[in-house]
């Protein structure tokens, strides 16, 4: 089971930008398909991106697509979300997950490796 640790979230302007970072301590999700979801007080948990365990093939939801870009490093056991521009409405505790599952799967419960989240504020 991976052990999923999200870091660089923060405070940003709307139109700024901030870069997520997961790493997998146990080095157990290289084979896996690895997202990104958030969350905001009294809402599910929605997806934003994923990728393939190889890192060649991305997807997005269409909040995000054009401003969002996902990536990873399989040496490195490390996947990165860059974010920008930001609205405001990016707003949410962002979490990292992991699943052996397809990266087209937009689905919270597909994945079964999570982060304990970080806090994405976008002042506007």
């Known amino acids: 089971q991976a052990q999923l640790v999200e870091s660089g979230g923060g405070l940003a302007q709307a139109g700024g930008s901030l870069r997520l970072s997961c790493a997998d301590s146990k080095r157990s999700s290289t084979s896996y398909a690895m997202a990104w979801f958030r969350q905001v007080p009294g809402k599910e948990r929605e997806y934003v991106a994923s990728?393939?365990?190889?890192?060649?093939?991305?997807y997005y939801d269409d909040s995000v697509k054009g401003r969002f870009t996902i990536s990873r490093d399989t040496t490195k056991n490390t996947v990165w979300l860059q974010m920008n521009p930001l609205k405001a409405e990016d707003t949410a505790v962002y979490y990292c997950?992991?699943?052996?599952?397809?990266?087209?799967?937009?689905?919270?419960?597909?994945?079964?490796?999570w982060g304990q989240g970080t806090q994405v504020t976008v002042s506007s």
């Open positions: 997950a992991a699943g052996d599952t397809l990266p087209t799967m937009r689905t919270a419960g597909r994945y079964t490796a």
């Open positions: 990728i393939s365990w190889t890192g060649r093939n991305t």
